[in-house]
Structure formats: structure tokens, C-alpha cells
């Protein structure tokens, strides 16, 4: 069975950007793949978390992987933290990556931008990534499209291993959705939908109370015509609200746009809203029912106990070939 990884920071809520991006095709993988889905705490810390939020959220994000339906008898659940082999294939894979492959990520030229003091975490935040997707050896590896140039850095790195110590990684594919890879602000289009963005306004929270939902959309950004037409350069803020609308329905884009002819933005929005509420409202009660049953720990402690059983033996290997005594 090919295998599948991918992980979510606990850096803050949750957004439909991050359901949409990414946790909607987790659930959906899990049918025909070997799933391993982290919560990846060790990236989280590269900016500055605050341990009460960064435990609370850490168990928040498990919480929603539940919620949203994936089965831990079927995908490992776990923190990233839990199975160390992911920072010790950090190390290695760091000292195969160079400053300047690092220095052109788009991601770290957006999150260090005009800040005095950056961490040297934050720097080499590709190279963790490249060793939670090699450790398992994964074949696919669902993301959103913000994080495509990270994904092909660990393609060049798995290549570069290959080259240099033998065959010994798979090469791993992205798998990004054509619609949805890319969520933008409620309130600008220009940017995506970033549950670091201070601005509640610009996000959909996974948490967000129906009428918090129903009140951000009505407030969302649209242009001054009332046709609702997908057309990503003319419209982009319709055209971005259709995206969520599509994944929140299952309608395709021209079945909305027919649905909606000659209506306007006020009668799209407000069925926008339902159709949110209508997938977060029950997702919201699943979520409070596994916080208040105390499943988690067990299900993290099983999901570390699988991930590690694969991830160690790949270590291993890994440093056998480069040149380690065995200890
Ligand atoms: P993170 O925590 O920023 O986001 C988690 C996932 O959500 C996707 N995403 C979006 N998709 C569509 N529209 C949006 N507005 C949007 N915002 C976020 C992201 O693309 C991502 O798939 N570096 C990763 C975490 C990571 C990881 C990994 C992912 C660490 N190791 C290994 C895959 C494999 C990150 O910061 O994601």
C-alpha cells in the first residue's frame, strides 16, 4: 500500500483553508493509503508559542483530525515531538541543504520580512520538513499550494541522498488539490487565508460559532458588480468564496454560478454561510465530545508507537549509509 504524510502546526485556530487545503483530502486518503497524520509541534516552535497555547492547541489540532473523520484504527495520529527520529533525520537532512536553497524559500522570506531578530529554526524549517516526509519513506503527501516549494526541496534532497549514499528514499509526490490549494483572506484576495493572521475578520475558524461564521461571511470582501461568475483575475474575491462554496456543497463551480444567476451577492453569501455552518456545526460537536472523553492521549500514544516502529528502522538505514557506527 503506497504511503501518505502530512501534518498541520499548531500555531494557532484552524481554518477552512487548512480543511479545505488540506484535511479534506487527509480524510479521503485514508480509504486506499497507509496514513500518517502528525500535528507538528516541532515546526510550531520556530516562532516564538507560549506553552499553555502551544499545548492546547496541540491537542486542539488531534482533536479536529478526529473530528473531521480521520479513523486512528486506520491512520496513525501523533505528535510529530513524540517520534524523535524525525528530528535526528532534521539534523542529517540539514547538512545536505544549503543556505542558499534555504534563503530562496518563499515561506521564510514572508515570515522573517521585516523582523529584527529571526530564528535560525525558522531557516532551516525545510530540511524538518524533508525528514517527516523521508522518515516513513512516504509516496504522496497532501498539502495546500503554499507549500509546494518545500515539497520539492525534499524531492532534491531525497534525490541528492540517493545520489550521493545509494538508493534509499522514494521520492515523493505532492498531492494538491486544484480546487482549494489555495484559500485567500476574506478581506484580501491577494493573500491566503492564514490562521496567523491577526485579523479574525480575514479567517473562517474550524471552531468559529455559526453566527461568527455567518457574520464573517456577510462582512467578506466582494467587488462592486452582483454577477456571481468564477474568473480568478477579474473577480478574485468571488471567485475565491465560489472555491469554498464548491468544497463546502460538492457543487461544481458552474452549477453555482447557474444557481445563482441574476441573484446577487446578498442571496450567495447568506446560502455561503449555511453551507459552511452545515460541515462545521457538526464537526464542532464531534470535537467537543473527543475533548471531553479523553481518547486523545491513547490514540497520540498509538499513533507515536506506529509512526516510530516504521520512522526508527528508516533512521537507521539512513545512517548506516552515511558512514554512523552502529550504536
Ligand atoms: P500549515 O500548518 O501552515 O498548514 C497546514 C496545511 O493546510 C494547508 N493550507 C491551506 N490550503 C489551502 N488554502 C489555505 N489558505 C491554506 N492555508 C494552509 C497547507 O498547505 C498545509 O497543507 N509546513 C507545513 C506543515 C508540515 C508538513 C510537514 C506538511 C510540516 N511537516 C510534512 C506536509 C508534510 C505547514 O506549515 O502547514
Redesign the pocket.
Known amino acids: 500500500m503506497k504511503k501518505v ?5 499548531p ?1 494557532g485556530q484552524l ?1 477552512i ?2 480543511y ?3 484535511i479534506q483530502n487527509f480524510v479521503r486518503l485514508q480509504e486506499t493509503h497507509e496514513c500518517y497524520f502528525m500535528v ?1 509541534d516541532l ?1 510550531a516552535i520556530t516562532v516564538p508559542q507560549e506553552p499553555a497555547a502551544l499545548r492546547e492547541q496541540s491537542q486542539s489540532v488531534a482533536a479536529l483530525y478526529l473530528a473531521a473523520g480521520i479513523d486512528p484504527q486506520r491512520a496513525a495520529i501523533y505528535m510529530q515531538s513524540h517520534v524523535r527520529a524525525h528530528a535526528e533525520l532534521g539534523w542529517l537532512l540539514t547538512t545536505l541543504t544549503s543556505m542558499g536553497e534555504l534563503e530562496r524559500m518563499t515561506q521564510f522570506k514572508d515570515k522573517s520580512a521585516g523582523k529584527e531578530s529571526v530564528g535560525a529554526g525558522l531557516f532551516v524549517y525545510p530540511a524538518l ?1 524533508a525528514a ?2 523521508l522518515v516513513y519513506n512516504a509516496d504522496l ?1 497532501p ?5 509546494k516549494q ?1 515539497l520539492e526541496l525534499t524531492r532534491d534532497l531525497a534525490n541528492r541522498f540517493n545520489s550521493r549514499f545509494g538508493d534509499f528514499f522514494t521520492v515523493p509526490e505532492p498531492y494538491i488539490p486544484e480546487v ?4 485567500m483572506s476574506l478581506d484580501d484576495a491577494s493573500k ?3 490562521k496567523s493572521n491577526p485579523n479574525p475578520g480575514s479567517l473562517i475558524a474550524l471552531l468559529d460559532e455559526p453566527d461568527v461564521i455567518r457574520k464573517k461571511i456577510s462582512r467578506a470582501t466582494t467587488d462592486s458588480g452582483r454577477e456571481i461568475r468564477f474568473d480568478r483575475e477579474a473577480k478574485p474575491e468571488v471567485s475565491n468564496l465560489m472555491g469554498i462554496y464548491s468544497l463546502m456543497s460538492g457543487l461544481s463551480l458552474p452549477e453555482i454560478e447557474a444557481r445563482f444567476e441574476g441573484q446577487g451577492y446578498g442571496p450567495f453569501k447568506k446560502e455561503l454561510a449555511e453551507r459552511v455552518v452545515a460541515v462545521l456545526e457538526p464537526l464542532q460537536q464531534r470535537y467537543r465530545e473527543i475533548r471531553s472523553s479523553g481518547m486523545l492521549e491513547e490514540v497520540l500514544k498509538q499513533g507515536a508507537e506506529k509512526a516510530s516502529s516504521v520512522a526508527d528502522r528508516v533512521v537507521e538505514g539512513v545512517k548506516e549509509r552515511m558512514g554512523f557506527l552502529r550504536g
Open positions: 504524510l502530512s501534518g498541520i502546526q500555531s481554518t483553508g487548512n479545505i487545503g488540506a507538528v515546526h520538513m517527516d516526509i503527501v498539502v495546500g499550494d503554499d507549500q518545500h482549494g490549494a489555495r484559500i491566503k487565508m492564514s
